[in-house]
């Protein structure tokens, strides 16, 4: 079975331009969830979908990011215009069942972004 | 107050050694709990989950206090494949399926 793919692995781009991250999930896992690793911090949950609908985006820090999941298939998240403060790991991950109905997440390997 | 309150070590232990961490979380909602390792610039990926009455994986076993609303992990015979950061992790047990992390506590095994 496929794991969580995300792309790209590494993003380096300057404050005030715009990049997308994306995520396919393993296929069938209708919840999808971004996380993110700002250096030094513990990993914070941004949004989650259930399928192509967002069911939790609480913890999206601000209208500059956005995120999609058209389809309900994978999911796109766009940083405009891109900040300092940014920069972090930023993790998918999808589950078939909510965590706490006994599973947990596969994560993907994370994209590294840094904003110069 | 962070939901989830870890000791980031680190712990630097020798093989064969036993050690234990420790997590306390704020939120007397969350429901569920487990342990995630991460390996150095890897993805976090499930331990074990943490139940009631304690439960043992192997090597590995996990305390739930909701008293006192503590979590513990003992790693008893330490490899050095088990060096590594470990996350604990709580759920509120709603349909929304939010993680809660703590900082990690990073483990270094040596020979």
């Known amino acids: 079975e496929a794991g969580v793919t995300q792309f790209p692995s590494h993003s380096v781009i300057e404050k005030g331009q715009t990049v997308t991250l994306r995520c396919d999930p393993i296929s069938g896992h209708d919840n999808l969830y971004w996380y993110r690793r700002v250096m030094g911090k513990e990993i914070k949950f941004l949004l989650h979908f259930v399928k192509e609908s967002k069911q939790d985006e609480s913890g999206m820090p601000n209208n500059r990011f956005l995120a999609e999941r058209t389809g309900g298939t994978y999911s796109t998240l766009k940083v405009q215009p891109a900040e300092l403060e940014d920069s972090g790991v930023y993790f998918c991950?999808?589950?078939?069942?909510?965590?706490?109905?006994?599973?947990?997440?596969?994560f993907g390997s994370g994209t590294r972004l840094t904003v110069v | 107050r962070k939901e989830v309150e870890q000791d980031p070590g680190p712990f630097n232990v020798p093989e064969g050694a036993t050690v234990a961490f420790n997590c306390t979380y704020s939120?007397?909602?969350?429901?569920?709990f487990f342990w995630y390792r991460q390996d150095c610039r890897k993805e976090p990926k499930l331990l074990m989950s943490?139940?009631?009455s304690g439960n043992e994986d192997g090597r590995f076993t996990a305390q739930l206090n909701r008293a006192s609303q503590y979590i513990s992990l003992l790693i008893r015979d330490s490899k050095l494949s088990d060096s590594a950061t470990y996350l604990c992790v709580a759920h509120r047990g709603s349909t929304l399926g939010r993680l809660y992390f703590g900082r990690g506590t990073q483990l270094t095994v040596w020979p």
């Open positions: 991950a999808s589950s078939q069942i909510y965590p706490g109905q006994g599973g947990g997440y596969t």
């Open positions: 943490v139940y009631s």
């Open positions: 939120n007397s909602a969350s429901q569920s």
